[in-house]
């Protein structure tokens, strides 16, 4: 694929390397000091560093002047931008101010519902849902122009990427879905976390038999397990995440002193068998509120150094 | 039809408890389909504010009246040579039924006696559902006769979103994922392959957005 941003992320994939992403999460407070720790820990050892957007709803700094920080520090943020909280005004008006610090990738997301943070009592918007968001950016990025139709001065050049869950229902339009995003304009797909790996690779093989691997680059999403508590929490707690009854088991079987280890050693075989899927363009290591095992992570998976590109 | 909630008689008691005549006005449209504001709903909150006063050994005056509709002129203008009989109305019509009281008989307060919902269907005898924000420009043509600005939590308009788990919605497994709704229906009607066709950004203008809005007919109009 032909490189169209000045995206390090985007350069590295069409250069054929494995990406590797993480991401930070803002904190609930003004300390810059924060996010600057985070990305200090994993900088080294990633290609570009999400930074989430009032994840699931809870009131935090925002994305935006969290990604401001790191292009600060010489880092390649990625912007994520939930359809919840803003119009159309305000997306297009974010996605200039962070155009204007050569903030160079977007996730476009919808955002977890608010009833699930501190303001579920607040209004919602989604004015766009995040597949319109992808138009939005493309449509300011490649035409130059804003929704409203008046021309941009210095439009935004973005990467553009979206989430995917191949483990949400239904199954059979999960598939069709990517291939909305593809048509959307969706340039490359962070996954959710992925246990399940048969159907991940079921998934996988569906959407390259319609040709959609050859428009997508796809980062495969893996989170390690911290304890056994927390690969049943994700089993049985959170929507749309797989966990193999195997899996929870064979953290469940670990000494409790080293579970957190064989979370770690299970990331890492995950991301080895992924390195051999065909698809699979780089990974998204999402280390929640343990972003010190990152370069671990990165490191035992064969996947360090990082390339440089120019 | 336009789906109604009781409030809580405590509420309604703290609206007009300084009045001492007092007309409950019901309506005989939506709210009574829905057994909140019909002429049962009428006696009911009226007898038990009868109760209320007369433990507080206040001497009320409360009459009940439910007229056809409270959304129409000619319905309204029913009560015009008794309205001067009381100091307050609780209208149990819809909070549309409210306001045009209001407008018509501008010196005298209306309290609203309900609290309006949604516009929805009686899916089984005390069991009201949404169906329609009333966005003022229809997609269901689209989308297999489901509506997912009024159905999904987050009125996804390409759907569903990560949330959606065994067909139901994220914020409460009560609730069906819209857009299951809408791909089984496609699938029923043959239609499927229509769902990987992009719903472009959608104009707010004739939703809330736009402001209050209204429809004028000329065709109908004298």
Redesign the interface.
Known sequence: MKVKTPSKLEKILAAGHYAVTSEVGPPRGSDPEIIIKKAEMIKNHVDAINVTDNQTSVTRMCSLAACIRLKLMGLEPVIQMVTRDRNRIALQSDILGAASYDIHNILCLSGDHQSFGDCAQGQNVHDLDSMQLIQTVRYMRDEDKFLGGGDISRPPKMFVGAAANPFADPFEIRVPRLAKKVAAGVEFIQTQCIYNMEKFELWLKMAGDRGLLDKVYILAGVTPFKSAGMARYMKNRVPGIEVPDELVKRMADTPKEKQSEEGINICIEQIEHLKGVEGVHGFHVMAIEWEEMVPDIVERSGLYPRPTVD | MIVADKKPIEEIIEEIKNNEKILILGCNECVTVCEAGGKKEVGVLASALRMYFLNQGKEVKIDEITLERQCDHEYLEEIRDKMDQYDAVVSIACGVGVQFMAEKYHSTPVYPGVNTCFLGVTEERGLWTERCQACGHCILASTGGICPVARC???????????????KC??DKEID?AW?LI?DRLKALDRLDE??A????KD?STDRAGGPRKVVREDVQQ
């Open positions: 939590a987050k009125r996804v308009l390409n759907g569903p979103c990560g949330g959606s788990a065994k067909g994220e914020i994922c299951q791909i769902y990987e992009l719903c472009p950004l707010w």
